[in-house]
């Protein structure tokens, strides 16, 4: 079982950017595909990106790719989502997940999620 506790939310002004971070605690995190998803108010949660166990593989949604980087350290049990060029519409809670098992986009293919990191950005 894993842990997940998200940071680096905040307020930022259209065109900055924000870099989240997500702590895992628990055994063998380098065994887990790693994901973020964001859920905008009145809106279903989405999927944002992946990363695969190794860091090698990664894989972004068709709207953040270019402006937002996953990577992961395994050897801190941590994984990252730099966001660059935010724009109004990337106003959402932010939520990393962990899957013991290949990549997917499905978020209900994930088992483990944090709680969450408010992202607000202002026009």
Not at 6 to 31: I, K, M, P
Not at 39 to 48: C, D, I, S, W
Not at 68 to 96: G, H, M, W
Request: proline share 2%; aromatic share 14%; glycine share 10%.
């Amino acid at each position: 079982q894993v842990q997940l506790v998200e940071s680096g939310g905040g307020l930022v002004q259209a065109g900055g950017s924000l870099r989240l971070s997500c702590a895992a605690s628990g055994r063998a995190f380098s065994r887990y595909t790693m994901g973020w998803f964001r859920q905008a108010p009145g809106k279903e949660r989405e999927f944002v990106a992946y990363i695969s166990f190794s860091g090698v593989s990664t894989y972004y949604s068709d709207s953040m790719k270019g402006r937002f980087t996953i990577s992961r350290d395994n050897a801190k049990n941590a994984v990252y989502l730099q966001l660059n060029s935010l724009n109004p519409e990337d106003t959402a809670v932010y939520y990393c997940a962990a899957r013991a098992g290949y990549a997917t986009t499905t978020i209900d293919d994930y088992h483990y999620w944090g709680q969450g990191t408010q992202v607000t950005v202002s026009s």
